[in-house]
């Protein structure tokens, strides 16, 4: 099991910075904090050597390109296979997250299609999979919020 690692108040209102601009530029985020450049600068680098910070990224507005169909996909997978079954699935490039979870499903996916019919044909192709025992997947008519976030306690 991964230490936990402590933050203090400057780094979550660097994280926050970041969060909404992942482009903020160091001189930015120091005169908006009112700290030191070299200060933002140790506090980034550490961030980033303790795994915090993994990575920089774009937030995609996927509707825009045409992957107007999401689904959350509950999966019930025989006990012994589900790690394999959730790396197999890592590797499929529609979907967008997937949850190792408890009570009565072992797996919760999202994915994002163009069409109903890819949809339709990944939904095939994940039931004809060895140890996948039951699915039940739901369409989402909107998507109200979809982000990652800083919680704030």
């Not at 005169?31 to 910070?53: A, M, P």
């Not at 990575?55 to 790690?83: C, P, R």
């Not at 919760?108 to 299609?113: E, G, Q, S, Y």
Request: hydrophobic share 35%; aromatic share 8%.
């Amino acid at each position: 099991m991964e230490k936990e690692y402590e933050i203090d108040e400057l780094d979550r209102q660097i994280i926050r910075i970041l969060s909404n601009d992942s482009k903020t530029n160091y001189r930015e985020i120091s005169k908006t904090l009112g700290t030191s450049l070299g200060t933002v600068h140790n506090r980034i680098n550490n961030l980033k050597e303790n795994n915090i910070i993994k990575k920089f990224s774009v937030d995609v507005d996927t509707f825009k390109l045409g992957y107007k169909i999401t689904a959350i996909i509950l999966m019930q997978i025989e006990g012994k296979h589900i790690q394999q079954i959730e790396e197999k699935l890592s590797k499929e490039p529609n979907i967008y997250n997937i949850y190792d979870t408890t009570g009565e499903w072992d797996c919760i996916i999202t994915v994002k299609f163009k069409k109903m019919e890819d949809l339709n044909e990944f939904l095939k192709k994940i039931n004809k999979m060895d140890h996948i025992k039951r699915t039940i997947t739901s369409i989402c008519l909107n998507v109200i919020k979809e982000n990652s976030f800083l919680p704030t306690k």
